[in-house]
Each structure stands twice: as C-alpha cells, then as structure tokens.
C-alpha cells in the first residue's frame, strides 16, 4: 500500500489589525486640529480658569460636528471604505458615529430601519424599529449625561480657586468624556471603559493619517488648500499684528491682554499640549468611528454558590453587624460619661479611633455583598428570596454603619477642628453609602452589572456635590464657629487655603484677618482672560 499523503491546508489570509477596518470619516483631522489650537490656546496650565471649560466645549463642538456629518453620509452615495483582503470575512466597520449601519450593509431590520430603508410590514420588523428607537434614545441621553457631567466639572475651573480639587475635576472629567464616547458599556470592562480614549489614541494617529492616504485625490487636494489658507493667514498676523501694536499704544495694550506672551518655555508647553489635545481627540474619534462591542449582561459563572454554601456566614454577618449596631446606641445615648467608663476614652477620642475601622468593614462588606449577589444560585423563588432578604438585611445595617461612621467624624471634627483631608474622607464614606443605595437596587434587581458603571456616576457627582460646597470655604467656616465657642483657631493652617476661604473671614478680628489675609493674596496676580476664575477675581 502506498502511504497516505497529507495535502497541507491552505494558508488563512491574514487579518488585518482593527484600525485597517474601520473606516474614517470626514473631518477627522481638522477637528483634532481644531481642539489642539484651542486648548493649547487657552488652557491655563497652572491654575484653574475658564480656558478649560472652553476647551471643554470646543471638544464636545468638534466631536458633535464630526458626528453629525458622519450621520448625514450614511443616508447618501458611499464614502470611501477600505476594501477588506481578498478572501477576509470581516467587514470594514461604518463610520458613522453611533455605529448606525448603511443601507448597503444593514442586514436585520432594525439596521435597515436606521439606515432609512424600507422594511417589511410586519410585527417582527416593527417590534425591532421600536427597540431599536429606544436603544438610540437611551444611548443618546446617556452619553447627554456624561457629556454634561463633564463640562461641569471642567467648569469648576472657573468658580473654585483651590488648586488639589480642580485636579480631581480634571481627572473626573476625562472619565466622564471616556464614558461619553463610549456610550455604553464595552466588553472590555468598566477599567478600560474610564481610560479607553487615551489608550486607543495610539492607534488613532494611524488610522487618521492611513485614512487620509486611502480618501483620494479630492480630499488630499481640499486638505491641501485648506493648509494654504491656514499658512497665509498666520503669514498676515505675523506681518500685520506687530505693525498696528507698535502704531498705537491702546492696541498694543489690548493685544497684551487677548493674545498669550509667547518664550521658548511657553512654545514648548504650547506644542505638548496640542500633541496631547489633538491625539486625544483622535482617540475619540476613532472609538466613535469604530464603536467597540457593546457589553451584555454577564454571563453564568461556572461554578455557583449554593443556598446551604453561602446562607450561614452570611446570616452570621448580619447578626453581627445587629449585635454591634445595638452597642453603638448604647454608646450614643449613654454619652461622654459612658464611653470613658468602658473604653477609657473621651467621645471625641472614642469617634475617631472607630472611624477607620467601621470605613473598612464598610468597604469588604460590599465585596461580600457583590460575591454573593453574582455567584449564588438563584434557579428557584425560594433561591432568589433568601437572596433579597439576607442581603437586603446585611446592606441595610451596612449603610447603618455609613452613618455611624460620618458621624463619629463629625464629632471629631467638631472637637479638633475641620480640615480639607478629613472633610475628603467624610465625602468619601457619603459615596460609600450611595453605593449601597444602588446595591439595594442591584439585589432587588438581582442584576449588579450595571452597577460599576453607576459606581463610577455617583463618585462623579460627589465630586460635582464637593465643589458645590466649597470645601476650603466650609472648613474655615465650621474652624471659625468653632473659635467663637472655645476660642482656639490654627491661623497657619487657614493660611495654606486658597482664596476660596476669603468671604469666611470677614466674621474675624482685624488682628487675626491680618495674619491670614496678606499670605493668601500675596500670589494673587492678574490673569489673563483665559484663565479667569471667580474666586481669585472677587478676591482681587
């Protein structure tokens, strides 16, 4: 017999990487382009200020007009889209923004129906016409909320002068922008959803430029024309501008005033930031070009708790949490006299020693809530009814606990006095407890997966409630209530304070504003009009 002969399989076509698919619509470089000038422009790099709420808006702008444009093309003849490899299945993804499908590619009628083709009157088509609608519309006002939710945060630039909490906006916002883009959540996870415009933005210069080379003649010829117009015009202000500033002084006042004073170190900040602004901003477009794939419920663990594996240490957690709770009024109603009795301690001293550890217990207790909620059989009425009670009960003392420990803080404060880093924390345990508000949610639910991304929601708003108050200027109100009752007031620490503090101390003595006062408006030069802010300008 002759050996059998093996005939190798023919090799597979290799696959193109993602951004090779996705196609580029028009107008991606000029709005990239767009928001570098104009954050690089404006953004006051050292303060907070108004320049990065308008860069703010300039993104959304940009963002919103790229987007629109993009919808338009899906109801009109084709754009270019890069041909796939001869024999490649996957198609080259649409550039529309929202990822509505074209009509030469819509295959499902809800597709078709976006698309603005004809469906088929039937129940079926119609049933997905409508959820389809629906899907657009919630997806439209979520990415509203998180887009509005960052502008505000970047709008703390110009109310707040406190220089730690403008930073936390700048960073919330940038999550919240991320989130916008996204629209909904991704299979990547809520992690990579709060950094994915950064992350994708390295192969987004790619594509915007391969994108550029692959559009043809026509659109290199209209890029290039308009370069030449953007080159002329710099060429006139350069000749002009100094002519007429040097001709009159007025002008030359005023254009001090309107136009950034350009050093070496100044270009160089100018030019990273408009590498970074502008690279950031193809980050988004290409995720919004490109959409990633939109993440279901999670699935069916492989291995689940079953009732008799979880119900004991759960019960037991919660009767310990009723145990410790019932001490806690004991404590409360029994006051100074019997916290010094058993524990040794004065109240103020008793409050503080607890509150770390009740923030902790806090914390794990809502990973073990999370645990259970996502691993444990829930086949059965009965299965699902013991997991509402017993972990309705555990989360309810939980946010008990919460309380417990936002007030043993207060009480500390009260007897110490307030600062910022204690009024952080005291935030933070608030958040805590709207955490277990929306587990509450979850476990009537039984569906948490939605819930890392509302986790993410409510620190932003906590954030936005933060500002809102004006920390620095709380804190030195409560120190000062707190001076008039006992007469001890930390004079230096108010002094480390922005000028957010400033209308507290009017309630002072001459003697003491006159030790705090001068420190804080020592630094208080003149901003320019890009980086005006409200509080630095009212203490002025």
């Given at each position: 017999m002759s050996p059998v002969r093996h005939t190798p399989a023919p090799p597979r076509p290799a696959v193109p990487p993602r951004w090779r698919r996705v196609a580029r619509p028009s107008g991606v470089l000029p709005a990239a382009a767009f928001v570098g000038v104009i954050g690089a422009t404006v953004i006051p790099t050292d303060r907070p200020g108004i320049g990065w709420l308008l860069t703010g808006t300039a993104v959304t702008a940009a963002l919103c007009a790229v987007d629109q444009r993009a919808r338009r093309s899906t109801t009109q003849p084709s754009e270019h889209i890069p041909a796939a490899p001869e024999g490649e299945q996957t198609k080259a993804v649409t550039p529309s923004m929202p990822a509505t499908a074209r009509p030469d590619t819509a295959t499902s009628p809800a597709a078709k129906s976006a698309a603005g083709t004809d469906t088929a009157a039937s129940p079926a088509a119609d049933g997905d016409s409508v959820v389809g609608a629906v899907q657009r519309v919630a997806l439209r006002w979520g990415r509203g909320w998180w887009v509005g939710l960052a502008l505000?945060?970047?709008?703390?630039?110009?109310?707040?002068?406190?220089?730690?909490?403008?930073?936390?906006?700048?960073?919330?916002?940038?999550?919240?922008?991320?989130?916008?883009?996204?629209?909904?959540?991704?299979?990547?996870?809520?992690?990579?959803?709060?950094?994915a415009v950064p992350v994708e933005s390295f192969v987004a210069v790619p594509w915007a430029f391969s994108g550029m080379r692959q559009a043809g003649t026509s659109e290199l010829s209209r890029v290039r024309r308009y370069g030449v117009s953007v080159a002329a015009t710099a060429a006139l202000l350069v000749v002009f501008v100094p002519l007429l500033g040097g001709a009159d002084a007025t002008f030359a006042t005023l254009l001090s005033g309107l136009v950034p004073e350009v050093d070496s170190a100044a270009a160089w900040e100018w030019l990273v930031l408009f590498a970074v602004l502008g690279t950031g901003a193809l980050g988004a477009l290409y995720l919004l070009a490109g959409p990633l794939p939109a993440a279901g419920d999670a699935g069916r663990p492989s291995r689940l708790w079953t009732r008799s594996e979880w119900v004991l240490p759960v019960a037991v957690l919660a009767l310990l949490f009723g145990v410790f709770l019932g001490g806690q009024?004991?404590?409360?109603?029994?006051?100074?006299?019997?916290?010094?009795?058993?524990?040794?301690?004065?109240?103020?001293?008793?409050?503080?020693?607890?509150?770390?550890?009740?923030?902790?217990v806090s914390i794990l207790a809502l990973a073990v809530i999370a645990a259970v909620l996502h691993f444990s059989v829930k086949d059965t009425a009965a299965d699902r009814l013991w997991v509402r009670v017993l972990l309705g009960v555990v989360s309810l003392l939980t946010l008990i606990i919460v309380v417990s420990a936002l007030g043993r803080m207060w009480t500390y404060q009260q007897a110490y006095g307030f600062t910022v880093l204690r009024l952080l924390v005291s935030m933070c345990e608030l958040w805590v407890g709207l955490l277990y508000v929306l587990m509450l949610v979850a476990i009537a639910r039984l569906r948490w997966s939605w819930v890392p991304r509302a986790a993410v929601g409510t620190a932003l708003a906590t954030l936005v409630a933060l500002a809102a108050i004006n920390p620095e200027y709380l804190v030195a109100e409560r120190n000062i209530a707190r001076w008039e009752q006992n007469g001890r007031l930390d004079a230096d620490y108010l002094t480390s304070l922005s000028p957010d503090i400033l209308p507290a101390l009017e309630g002072l003595p001459d003697p003491l504003r006159a030790r705090i006062e001068p420190n804080i408006r020592r630094d208080l030069d003149d901003d320019p009009w890009w980086a005006w802010n409200l509080s630095r300008s009212s203490a002025r």
């Amino acid at each position: 017999m002759s050996p059998v002969r093996h005939t190798p399989a023919p090799p597979r076509p290799a696959v193109p990487p993602r951004w090779r698919r996705v196609a580029r619509p028009s107008g991606v470089l000029p709005a990239a382009a767009f928001v570098g000038v104009i954050g690089a422009t404006v953004i006051p790099t050292d303060r907070p200020g108004i320049g990065w709420l308008l860069t703010g808006t300039a993104v959304t702008a940009a963002l919103c007009a790229v987007d629109q444009r993009a919808r338009r093309s899906t109801t009109q003849p084709s754009e270019h889209i890069p041909a796939a490899p001869e024999g490649e299945q996957t198609k080259a993804v649409t550039p529309s923004m929202p990822a509505t499908a074209r009509p030469d590619t819509a295959t499902s009628p809800a597709a078709k129906s976006a698309a603005g083709t004809d469906t088929a009157a039937s129940p079926a088509a119609d049933g997905d016409s409508v959820v389809g609608a629906v899907q657009r519309v919630a997806l439209r006002w979520g990415r509203g909320w998180w887009v509005g939710l960052a502008l505000v945060l970047l709008g703390v630039g110009a109310v707040r002068a406190a220089g730690w909490l403008f930073a936390w906006c700048v960073i919330g916002a940038c999550v919240a922008g991320s989130f916008a883009v996204l629209g909904r959540r991704s299979t990547r996870g809520v992690w990579f959803d709060m950094i994915a415009v950064p992350v994708e933005s390295f192969v987004a210069v790619p594509w915007a430029f391969s994108g550029m080379r692959q559009a043809g003649t026509s659109e290199l010829s209209r890029v290039r024309r308009y370069g030449v117009s953007v080159a002329a015009t710099a060429a006139l202000l350069v000749v002009f501008v100094p002519l007429l500033g040097g001709a009159d002084a007025t002008f030359a006042t005023l254009l001090s005033g309107l136009v950034p004073e350009v050093d070496s170190a100044a270009a160089w900040e100018w030019l990273v930031l408009f590498a970074v602004l502008g690279t950031g901003a193809l980050g988004a477009l290409y995720l919004l070009a490109g959409p990633l794939p939109a993440a279901g419920d999670a699935g069916r663990p492989s291995r689940l708790w079953t009732r008799s594996e979880w119900v004991l240490p759960v019960a037991v957690l919660a009767l310990l949490f009723g145990v410790f709770l019932g001490g806690q009024f004991v404590a409360l109603f029994g006051g100074d006299d019997y916290v010094q009795r058993t524990a040794g301690l004065t109240y103020a001293e008793y409050a503080r020693s607890g509150f770390w550890q009740l923030s902790a217990v806090s914390i794990l207790a809502l990973a073990v809530i999370a645990a259970v909620l996502h691993f444990s059989v829930k086949d059965t009425a009965a299965d699902r009814l013991w997991v509402r009670v017993l972990l309705g009960v555990v989360s309810l003392l939980t946010l008990i606990i919460v309380v417990s420990a936002l007030g043993r803080m207060w009480t500390y404060q009260q007897a110490y006095g307030f600062t910022v880093l204690r009024l952080l924390v005291s935030m933070c345990e608030l958040w805590v407890g709207l955490l277990y508000v929306l587990m509450l949610v979850a476990i009537a639910r039984l569906r948490w997966s939605w819930v890392p991304r509302a986790a993410v929601g409510t620190a932003l708003a906590t954030l936005v409630a933060l500002a809102a108050i004006n920390p620095e200027y709380l804190v030195a109100e409560r120190n000062i209530a707190r001076w008039e009752q006992n007469g001890r007031l930390d004079a230096d620490y108010l002094t480390s304070l922005s000028p957010d503090i400033l209308p507290a101390l009017e309630g002072l003595p001459d003697p003491l504003r006159a030790r705090i006062e001068p420190n804080i408006r020592r630094d208080l030069d003149d901003d320019p009009w890009w980086a005006w802010n409200l509080s630095r300008s009212s203490a002025r």
